[in-house]
């Protein structure tokens, strides 16, 4: 079994950053690709960005020049950084990673940007 924990949500004002991790443990050999999902109170949860084991990635247009995800293979860990913060970016995040063919989710973290 794989576990994903999560860490760095909070509450921060519009233009703040912050930077969320994820870091995996248990069974594994290879993370194929990890990423990064939000899911807004009333709304669909939706891709934010993704990497590959090869280190290419792909951002949702709306956060693409504000985040950039990014991973440490060595420590099983994938990391989001915030910056620009807008209060459309509060929701809940969570993290996915893909070992094999299995797909494991984090808990969520909740993040909060006020105007």
């Known amino acids: 079994q794989v576990q994903l924990v999560e860490s760095g949500g909070g509450l921060v004002q519009a233009g703040g950053s912050l930077r969320l991790s994820c870091a995996a443990s248990g069974s594994i050999f290879s993370i194929n690709d990890m990423g990064w999902y939000r899911q807004a109170p009333g709304k669909q949860r939706e891709l934010v960005a993704a990497?590959?084991?090869?280190?290419?990635?792909n951002y949702a247009d709306s956060v693409k020049g504000r985040f950039t995800i990014s991973r440490d293979n060595a420590k099983n860990t994938v990391y989001l950084q915030m910056n620009s913060l807008k209060p459309e970016d509060t929701a809940v995040y969570y993290c996915?990673?893909?070992?094999?063919?299995?797909?494991?989710w984090g808990q969520g973290t909740q993040v909060t940007v006020s105007s």
């Open positions: 990497i590959t084991s090869g280190g290419r990635t």
């Open positions: 996915r990673c893909r070992v094999v063919i299995t797909d494991y």
